[in-house]
């Protein structure tokens, strides 16, 4: 057996730690002028109150870019990375949903060295290191917060990705007070896409390995028993922890066991109609898993072990099982069901397809090949 698997140094789990986050950043390295990332949402709700508070008071110097918006562009990053320059910026906290920490990944790699963005797209293009860097997400769903990965927008319908073990945080910090407040079918999309990363971790085709697969089994058990009473009951302190380190773990395994063809459909409904990357997620789960059920239902009958399921004699069984547990909680989570539901137009579906077959560091994860022709019927499946 042979396989690498890494992650972040340390994991902060506390609910309410936000009000002493810089008692945690100081234990770890002595920098001072930090820079606090987050998008106006965020800073509007006052999620960032008491951490600007218990850093202030402990003589850090705050300074806050809040124009983080979902699916970051490269003009937003590099304003973010010019404005920490001319504050002098020596650490990097970011706060908020993947978009956020996706930014505040790469303002702490692009502040340190004289590289610019074009030069570090790819797998293992980042040269030295980075600035301090903290991250506290207030979603449970990317699991960001955890991965070596930045997703960037690049043109109208376009992403690239940063992939370097320099995009490890120093410090994640799960405060899941933080995500009391998180609306319904958001607490949803989220959620469904943690799920997502679990699933397809445990399923992938390449680097699968013992450690990622543990990850994806525990994620996906806390995620699948919290979903609902998170989204019924927001203030559920217990199922908001259970979804935020579900999250979590999730993105640990998937950072070392990437994600595969739900993810390669998803990501041009979000380039083509902005369609919020959980519910494309949500909308592509269903249709990718009946495809690879041939080549992957030993590992769905796994799972549904794992998620609490009756244990049966026929794993095909078991895995059918597992399949329509799944689809009941997207049914009861109330996300969309049909891409007509998130104004997909049916003459888009040839281009969405076309584009799908782009995402090849994702499709060759697969457990089975996808052609052009199966994107277009997966996707004519659920419009």
């Known amino acids: ?16 730690a ?11 390295f002595n920098e001072k002028n930090i820079l606090i990332v987050t998008d106006a949402g965020i800073r509007k709700a006052g999620i960032l109150q008491y951490a600007i508070q218990s850093l202030e008071d402990n003589k850090f110097n705050v300074h806050i870019f809040d124009r983080v918006s979902a699916d970051p562009s490269e003009t937003v990053l590099l304003e973010c990375v010019d404005f920490a320059k001319k504050a002098e910026i020596d650490c990097v906290l970011g706060v908020g949903g993947g ?17 610019e963005l074009s030069g570090i797209y790819g797998i293992g293009n980042v040269k030295g290191d980075r600035t301090p860097l903290v991250l506290v997400p207030t979603t449970a ?22 992939v370097a073990h320099q995009l490890y945080a120093d410090i994640v910090l799960l405060d899941a007070q ?11 999309a989220t959620g469904i896409d943690a799920m997502v990363h679990a699933i397809e971790a445990y399923t992938s085709r390449h680097k699968k390995n013992p450690l990622s697969d543990a990850l994806a089994r525990e994620a996906l058990r806390l995620l699948c028993g919290s979903l609902i009473k998170a989204c019924r009951d927001g203030e559920d302190q217990s199922a ?13 395994a998937f950072a070392n066991s990437p994600v595969a063809a739900v993810h390669a459909l998803a990501y041009p409904l979000g380039g083509h109609y902005h369609v919020p990357h959980g519910i494309s997620n949500a909308l592509m789960l269903e249709p990718v898993l009946r ?13 549904g072990e794992a998620v609490g399921l009756e244990k049966k004699r026929d794993i095909r069984e078991q895995a059918t099982d597992f399949i329509e547990f799944i689809v009941s909680l997207l049914e009861r989570s109330g996300t969309p069901r049909c891409l007509r539901d998130v104004h997909v137009a049916e ?30 019927k997966l996707y004519e499946q659920v419009f």
């Not at 936000?18 to 770890?28: E, L, M, T, V």
Request: glycine share 6%; charged share 20%.
């Open 178 to 188: 933080l995500t009391i407040g998180l609306p319904k079918i958001h607490t949803a």
């Open 99 to 115: 978009s956020s920490l996706d930014v505040a990944k790469l303002v702490a790699v692009l502040l340190k060295g004289d590289q």
């Open 291 to 303: 495809f690879n059920f041939d080549h992957a239902y030993r590992l769905y009958a796994e799972l």
């Open 141 to 162: 769903g990317t699991g960001s917060e955890v991965t070596n990965i930045s997703i960037i927008t690049t043109g109208a319908t376009t992403k690239m990705g940063v």
């Open 240 to 252: 908001r922890e259970n979804m935020l380190l579900g999250a979590t773990l999730a993105g640990q």
């Open 1 to 16: 057996m042979q396989f690498v698997f890494q992650t972040v140094p340390c994991v902060h789990m506390e609910w309410g």
């Open 18 to 28: 936000s009000k002493h986050i810089a008692k945690i950043c100081s234990d770890k």
């Open 347 to 376: 003459d888009m579906l040839p281009v969405l397809a076309k584009d799908a077959m782009k995402q090849t560091r994702l499709l060759q994860n697969n457990p089975v090949d996808v052609s052009e022709n199966d994107a277009l």
